[in-house]
């Protein structure tokens, strides 16, 4: 079954075409890492998948529910749905406990009670349950991100979506995050990966998608996409990417 | 002395920077030594001791400043910034709506009150009642005074506001949205408090104008019980026939503007610190 399934979507900002028709799917239980130069359109089609971005036509749907749809209550949908930015986004004013609470509270309607329990649950998750007191601002970049995951990891969403969640971290700090990230993946969370990590990607992914100028140039599993490419746009990409400075 | 001697040595060189400084400062401190020993000659000491010093009159006023004038200052400032928060805070949302006339209204309010003389709006206000018969604001001179320092702070509040809201950054309002926040709410919990910090020092910057600004209370006709800071100094200068009290109630402004000045500088620095 499909958890998401985008159907020739399009997004234009004024006069530049960004998605030229994208199809693809994310099985449940999936994780599928998009790759792809910048100014690739990788990040639309994310944002697009929880309509931060509204597409300019096309169908998106998520556990069978079409979110372009005119009617659908676009609140309730995006409950579903997990998004962990690349610059973290917490919220500034809030300590990392109330972070991962307020939206449960908020949107959820937990008790108090309740939306502490889940949220120490999944600082537990990433390792932070001893910073919930800290303010965003006291925490390490890769910290910050841990407690996005969290915070997302509480609403009971059925998918994670990740826009390249460790590109705004010093080095030091990028293994940490991508660890969390394996065992969402081992515990099988379905995931949307926007990355420029290869590593995360051949050994997590269960789907490499390679884009490029606003289409999918390749999709399939690691060891092909990455491995054995097809497209020579790819095998550049590739090349750049793995051997910098040649 | 050395500086004498070096120009001796060479009388064509010409003055270092350094030294140009210390001649042209020395002048400034000169100049300003002779106004000040003028003014002092000029000033009739016995009469400004008598007139703007006299500790009796002063004594006279006492506890009314405080317990009366400042008090009342304390409540037209306070009442007049609760509505000013609140109406600045609605407008600068409005200027941010997606419905056109309510931005056209938020415009509008802003250009027209932040031109308009404070002094003006308080000379209105006493002719409400002549457009609308019968009508009677609440609370009367309290009233009347919260709602005309309301109406002016609010058009300058409105534009701290929006430059508060504009400087939260975007991915607040995406991640909040993305946890399934409707807009609204999104605004409330995470953008609107995170505004009203950065605009903490303006804030209190506004606080002081609206303190000083309280005395045009004076306009909407006061009883004594109602009476503020300017006016009881005022009265009471008429009073004893000596304008002692005025400078006691300038002295108990300072009292509080110094303060508040003060702390707004400091919450100031303290956020530019911590970005």
């Known amino acids: 079954m499909s958890t998401v399934e985008i159907r020739n979507l399009h997004k234009s900002f004024g006069k530049l075409e960004v998605l030229k028709g994208i199809d693809f799917s994310v099985e449940t239980g999936q994780v599928v890492c998009v790759i792809g130069p910048s100014g690739s359109g990788k990040s639309t089609l994310l944002r697009c998948v929880n309509l931060l971005e509204q597409p300019t036509s096309g169908q998106v749907f998520v556990d069978g529910i079409e979110l372009t749809h005119p009617d659908v209550d676009i609140d309730a949908a995006r409950r579903r749905l997990g998004m962990v930015f690349q610059q973290f986004n917490l919220f500034a004013h809030l300590t990392v406990l109330r972070n991962v609470t307020i939206a449960q509270e908020r949107v959820l309607k937990r008790p108090r009670a309740e939306a502490v329990r889940i949220a120490r649950e999944n600082l537990e998750k990433v390792g932070l349950s001893e910073k919930a007191d800290s303010y965003p601002a006291q925490l390490s970049g890769g910290q910050q991100q841990r407690v996005a995951i969290a915070r997302a990891l509480a609403m009971n969403p059925s998918l994670m979506l990740f826009d390249e969640p460790t590109s705004a971290l010093d080095p030091e700090l990028v293994g940490d995050v991508l660890q969390v990230m394996r065992r969402l993946a081992e515990d099988g969370m379905t995931m949307l990966v926007v990355t420029h990590e290869m590593g995360f990607a051949r050994e997590v992914a269960d789907r490499v998608v390679f884009m490029d100028q606003g289409v999918i140039v390749e999709d399939g599993p690691p060891a092909q996409v990455i491995a054995a490419p097809q497209h020579n746009r790819t095998r550049e990409f590739l090349h750049r990417v793995l051997h910098p400075g040649d | ?275």
């Open chain 2, 1 to 275: 002395m050395m500086a004498d001697q070096q120009a001796a040595a060479s009388p064509q060189r010409r003055l270092s920077p350094r030294q140009r400084q210390r001649i042209s400062r020395g002048i400034q401190y000169g100049v300003l030594l002779v106004i000040v020993v003028v003014l002092a000659l000029l000033a009739d000491w016995p009469a400004i001791k008598e007139s703007f010093l006299s500790s009796k009159v002063a004594g006279e006023g006492l506890p009314q400043l405080f317990t009366v004038a400042l008090k009342n200052t304390v409540i037209y400032t306070i009442s007049g910034f609760i509505g000013g928060f609140a109406v600045g805070l609605l407008l600068a949302l409005m200027r941010q709506s997606s419905v056109a006339p309510y931005r056209w209204i938020a415009a509008g309010y802003v250009e027209i009150f932040r031109g308009l003389p404070a002094l003006l709006i308080f000379l209105m206000i006493g002719s409400l009642p002549l457009a609308f018969p019968g009508f009677q604001i609440p609370g009367e001179v309290y009233g009347q005074a919260a709602l005309g320092l309301g109406v002016v702070s609010a058009a300058y509040m409105a534009e701290t506001f929006r430059a508060g809201l504009q400087a939260v950054p975007k991915g607040q309002m995406e991640a909040a949205r993305s946890l399934g926040m409707p807009h609204m709410r999104a605004m409330v919990s995470i953008v609107i408090p995170q505004a009203i910090r950065i605009v903490i020092p303006p804030l209190t910057n506004e606080l002081v104008l609206l303190f000083k600004d309280s005395s045009l209370v004076l306009f909407l006709g006061v009883t004594a019980t109602q009476v503020e800071l300017a006016k009881f100094g005022n009265d009471q200068a008429s009073t004893y026939a000596n304008p002692t009290p005025i400078l006691v109630s300038g002295l108990t402004y300072l009292l509080i503007t110094i303060p508040l000045g003060y702390a707004a500088r400091r919450l100031e620095a303290r956020q530019g610190a911590s970005r």
